[in-house]
């Protein structure tokens, strides 16, 4: 029946429906099987402003390290010699740092000048004159693009680097003995200048971008450790998207060091930012969390074991009175024995984030024990843990930190109800136990924090942290903790003229640049 409603229709429909039914099922498939990001992060033109200013500054002490070759010419019997070009400062009058669709970052100058200074040279016959002396490029426009990409590895790159520089005038006063002499070769000379002047501008813009930046850029943690215990996976999972703002999207995975290729399944919800109003935003999904507590448990992190003087006094008094019935029928040498509090997390902990807050639930066993020395452990009791706990999140320099608090908690006995009944005068004391010697513990690792991907040297400040359905987002502003030509330097490749990334922009575009 379906053949013959193909044979009933033009030639060319059945075709066309086929090609659209599989272009839309290949379409769903690839939605199905996408990665969903554990975090995201922002940034807001309102950045733009400051990273001009540090990008403008190094941009600056880069021109100045512009080599022009020599300019040497003859005019009838004159033969001049200009070298030693270097350039001394750059004035701007207008710039412009914006974000270009779909992976670009804008860089437009206009009406600049550059400060120059260079030795002269002049032989008329037996006559020779030389010195130094200072000139001015006006009139200079850049207009420079860097294409933002994610690499082999997930890292952000400067894939490429596009470029047009011109200068439109130069002026040189001359003086001296052949000062008039001068006047007449300052066109030649002037003109010359500039279109070499025009070739070095991109080239040293390209070097910057290519392998300058993306040294800067290999600062941004990856997949890295965050302890002895426990790595964090920050992988771009596409290229980053460029419209009014930069979104970039990461897996946000934590793994156990000792099963580098695991991963938890992302069955969270995905984290929206739609919020433009500080420098940058960055959300974090419910499995971001679920996945460091996972990995974690399965490290074997998430037990504590307290034996004899590790248990604190008055617990210990308590915990012998409530099971004093079973302890005397114990044989005289096990009564006097050390105590053993036992405590062990016995599935991984689940974060759950709403607009109220974020909360932790956390299910372990608790085993009281007689630990004779030499002899095996008798147990007293077993029993069951539930707690949740309370989790309010800052962002530190660059470092997400955590504080915990106990909020709710209650045990019971997995035997029966009247032993249940029984553990209830141990509730008090044992909460009391958490919220005095382990609560601290776990807090002291979780305020280390963990840290963010941002480039070495910037940090984030006056950060607000806003928790939604599934998911939490946190704005904040950008400060420059290090100059960007400080960080640069410090990571900059050895030879960095040499480096795998080209030091000088292709002949096209190289081409385009030397129009005057």
């Known amino acids: 029946m379906r053949g013959m409603g193909c044979l009933l229709q033009s030639s060319w429909t059945c075709p066309l429906a086929m090609a659209l039914f599989r272009a839309l099922f290949l379409a769903l498939l690839a939605g199905a099987h996408a990665e969903l990001p554990g975090c995201k ?65 804008t860089l437009q100058i206009t009406n600049a000048s550059l400060g120059l200074r260079f030795r002269r040279q002049l032989l008329y016959w037996f006559f020779y004159d030389g010195g130094y002396i200072n000139a001015s490029a006006e009139g200079v426009s850049i207009r420079t693009a860097l294409e933002l990409s994610r690499d082999a590895t997930g890292r952000m790159k400067v894939s490429n680097v596009s470029c047009q520089a011109s200068v439109s005038r130069m002026h040189a006063a001359f003086g001296g003995t052949f000062k008039k002499v001068y006047d007449f070769l300052s066109t030649f000379i002037t003109s010359g200048m500039r279109f070499l002047l025009n070739q070095q501008i991109c080239p040293v813009l390209y070097h910057s971008g290519m392998v300058l930046l993306n040294s800067l850029l290999d600062t941004v943690p990856v997949r890295s450790p965050v302890d002895e215990l426990v ?28 099963e580098g290729n695991w991963s938890l399944p992302n069955r969270a919800v995905e984290p929206q930012l739609q919020e433009e109003e500080r420098m940058v935003y960055v959300a974090f999904s419910e499995f971001f969390f679920d996945s460091a507590m996972e990995s974690y448990f399965r490290a074997g992190a998430l037990q504590l074991s307290l034996v004899g003087d590790e248990v604190p006094h008055d617990l210990d008094m308590l915990l012998r009175a409530s099971y004093f019935g079973s302890i005397v029928l114990l044989s005289p040498a096990v009564i006097d024995s050390p105590l053993k509090l036992e405590l062990r997390v016995t599935a991984p902990p689940r974060c759950t984030i709403k607009p109220s807050g974020t909360t932790i639930s956390v299910t372990a066993s608790v085993t009281i024990a007689m630990v004779p020395p030499s002899q095996p452990e008798v147990q007293l009791s077993s029993m069951i843990m539930d707690a949740r706990l309370s989790a309010k999140m800052a962002l530190r320099g660059k470092a997400l930190r955590t504080q915990l608090d106990l909020r709710r908690f209650r045990i019971y006995s997995n035997q029966s109800a009247l032993e249940s009944l029984a553990l209830i005068p141990l509730q008090a004391p044992l909460k009391a136990m958490l919220q005095i010697g382990v609560m601290p513990m776990l807090n002291e690792r979780t305020w280390r924090g963990v840290q963010i991907p941002l480039p070495e040297g910037i940090n984030f400040v006056r950060e607000e942290v806003t928790n939604h359905a599934g998911f939490l987002t946190i704005g ?41």
């Open 476 to 516: 904040a502003d950008l400060h420059f903790a290090k100059g960007l030509r400080e960080v640069i330097e410090k990571n900059r490749p050895a030879n960095a003229r040499d480096a795998q990334a080209p030091s000088a922009p292709p002949a096209s575009t190289a081409a385009s640049t030397a129009a005057v």
């Open 41 to 105: 992060i922002r940034v807001t033109s309102k950045a733009l402003e400051l990273v001009k200013q540090e990008g403008l500054r190094f941009l600056e002490q880069e021109l100045e390290n512009i080599t022009i070759p020599d300019l040497r010419g003859r005019e009838g019997h004159f033969y001049y010699n200009i070298s030693e070009v270097k350039v001394t400062e750059l004035q701007l009058t207008s710039s412009e740092l914006h974000f270009q669709p779909e992976q670009e970052l």
């Open 231 to 258: 790595g964090i996976d920050y992988s771009l999972l596409k290229d980053p998207v460029a419209s009014s703002n930069l979104d970039m999207d990461f897996r946000g995975a934590f793994f156990p060091l000792a």
